[in-house]
């Protein structure tokens, strides 16, 4: 089987980030929030403008992609599955993934060596779109590994989603969507699908 397997909220724990970093960084800016954990963007969890969550990610995003730790046995799983003969592509829309310039290239080395550093082995990456039912077909994926609910519900339409639970895609449900709450969880249901 071809898995895809996206990154952020799925390899790492994006929301937990977001929380932290976000209660900092409005602490350091003097504003006031309520936490909405049910919203999948800094923005919309601390009610920050446009300013501010750019504002937000050009403080955070390279000490985010440099350091953020590995979902614990995400590595280890995924060896397993690729020793079972699956085939991992790692689909992620990584903020600058499709920019042509410096900053793009600069982010596409960034994720290339965390993915070494944490090792994360895989059979391809692809710097995709945040539309990413498109790339699955294109790369005949039979199953996607993913945290946000747009892509679960648009990839779900035509594949089977592993859905990695958050309180921000709680409302996604279906008969191609599996829910999962960590990495050896996954393992066990892709083993189910046999």
């Keep these: 089987m071809r898995i895809g397997v996206d990154i952020d909220g799925v390899l790492t724990n994006r929301d937990q980030f977001q929380m932290d970093y976000g209660a900092k960084y409005c602490f350091d800016n003097n504003i006031k929030y309520e936490i909405n954990s049910k919203e999948y963007n800094t923005s919309g969890i601390f009610n920050l403008d446009k300013i501010q969550y750019a504002d937000f990610w050009d403080k955070y995003l390279d000490f985010y992609a440099k350091h953020e730790m590995a979902r614990p046995f995400s590595s280890e799983v995924i060896n397993k599955l690729r020793e079972d003969g699956h085939e991992i592509i790692i689909i992620t829309a990584r903020w600058t993934s499709e920019r042509k310039d410096k900053i793009g290239q600069e982010m596409r080395d960034t994720v290339k060596k965390w993915l ?79």
């Design 116 to 194: 070494c550093e944490n090792q994360i082995i895989y059979d391809k990456l692809i710097f995709s779109s945040e539309e990413k039912l498109t790339w699955c077909i294109d790369n005949k994926i039979d199953l996607m590994i993913e945290d946000e609910p747009k892509c679960i519900n648009d990839v779900s339409k035509a594949i089977p989603v592993i859905c990695f639970d958050a309180n921000y895609n709680k409302q996604c449900k279906g008969n191609n969507i599996i829910r999962c709450y960590s990495w050896y969880d996954i393992y066990l249901k892709i083993n189910d699908l046999g």
